[in-house]
Each structure stands twice: as structure tokens, then as C-alpha cells.
């Protein structure tokens, strides 16, 4: 058995070291996690690559009905990573 990965809850989330089959059920909790601590601008770090993480972190985000909107974040990674922000739960 596989022991948890602890993951600090403080709005920055990423991927890297987590396995594709991984990221849906990770993002979800994480997401969660922040709404119910009060962080409500999320940065989720998925790497540039060929754009497949970060497709699949944009298609898991349409779906989060806690999700206000979210967009590329254009800054020093360029686009690796995605700004997300949350409704006020």
C-alpha cells in the first residue's frame, strides 16, 4: 500500500510529479480543499509539453461548478500553468 502524498493547501498546485490517471481526482480534492480554506485564486502548474495536461486540467475545470473562470497564466512559465478562480462558497 502507497502512502498518501501530503500537499500544502496554499493556492499552488503541481503536477508534475503525479501520474496522468491521477490528476482528475487530485485537482477536484484540490480545489475543494482551497474553497474551504478561503483561497480563491488557484495556480495549477501542468508544463507546457504538447498541451495534453493542460488540456485535461482545462476540461476537469468547465465541469467544477466551484470554478468562477479561469486562464492561461501568461507569466514567467508562460503557458505551464493555469490561473483558476473560485466562487465564494
Known amino acids: 500500500m502507497t502512502t ?4 500544502p493547501i496554499d ?7 503525479f501520474l496522468p490517471e491521477e490528476v482528475a481526482s487530485l485537482l477536484k480534492d484540490y480545489i475543494m480543499a482551497c474553497q474551504e480554506k478561503g483561497i480563491l485564486e488557484l495556480r495549477i502548474i501542468h508544463g507546457k509539453g504538447k498541451g495534453v495536461l493542460r488540456n485535461t486540467v482545462h476540461h476537469i475545470l468547465d465541469k467544477q461548478p466551484m470554478v468562477a473562470h ?4 501568461y507569466g514567467p512559465s508562460g503557458w505551464g500553468a493555469t490561473v483558476v478562480y473560485l466562487r465564494r462558497g
Not at 479561469?70 to 497564466?73: A, E, G, K, P, Q
Open 4 to 7: 498518501p502524498v501530503q500537499i
Open 11 to 17: 493556492g499552488v498546485l503541481d503536477l508534475h510529479s
Open 70 to 73: 479561469y486562464h492561461d497564466d
